[in-house]
């Protein structure tokens, strides 16, 4: 079975997006945290994205390499971003490009398949998308790089849950700004 992990850039409140999908508040992250996301993405066989992360997403990584004034680490992200397999859950879209295919159907019963599958590490990313695979256990694991910020409303990065749910600490690190990594694992 494929390990599926669930992570994002998230408020110390414990939002990915203030109010208006405002995500100002990351602004750009150091060259160390960065550089850990590379690796990370680096690591996916495949990624799972709901539609408003997918238009993030898409309407930078697919040239980012091409952005005046880019990184090493950011050249490499484009590629690895471009040369990762996608799959987009979404109602309302049409298409998508870059390597990726549309499912507008019931994305629980596509991630559950998907996870039966042989194969490497999956990620999830969004945050309707990811409280549906986390509302029926589908995630792994947990990431969060919580920066130190109060945004007081917005887009949680967990949703409500009909009961709790124990999770075991696997990795914590600190980069530069103040930024706190965490990663958790779900207790099986």
Do not use: C, H
Not at 33 to 46: D, G, K, V, Y
Not at 65 to 89: C, L, M, N, S, Y
Not at 117 to 139: C, D, H, K, Q, Y
Not at 147 to 164: I, Q, R
């Amino acid at each position: 079975m494929r390990k599926l992990s669930y992570g994002m850039n998230v408020t110390l409140d414990g939002y990915i997006a203030a109010p208006g999908d405002d995500i100002g508040w990351s602004g750009p992250p150091s060259e160390e945290l960065f550089q850990w996301w590379l690796e990370t993405e680096r690591a996916n066989t495949l990624s799972l994205y709901g539609r408003k992360l997918w238009e993030t997403m898409s309407s930078y990584w697919p040239t980012g390499d091409q952005q005046p004034g880019a990184t090493a680490a950011e050249i490499e992200f484009a590629r690895v971003w471009r040369d990762t397999p996608k799959v987009v859950f979404s109602s309302t879209l049409g298409t998508v490009g870059w390597n990726s295919r549309l499912v507008a159907g019931d994305a629980v019963e596509e991630i559950t398949r998907l996870k039966a599958e042989e194969g490497g590490p999956m990620s999830i990313g969004g945050a309707t998308l990811a409280a549906a695979a986390l509302r029926v256990g589908l995630i792994d694991e947990y990431v969060l790089a919580t920066y130190p910020v109060l945004v007081g409303a917005g887009t949680p990065f967990f949703t409500a849950l009909d009961s709790w749910m124990d999770l075991d600490l696997v990795e914590s690190r600190t980069f530069p700004g103040g930024v706190v990594l965490t990663r958790y694992e779900a207790r099986r």
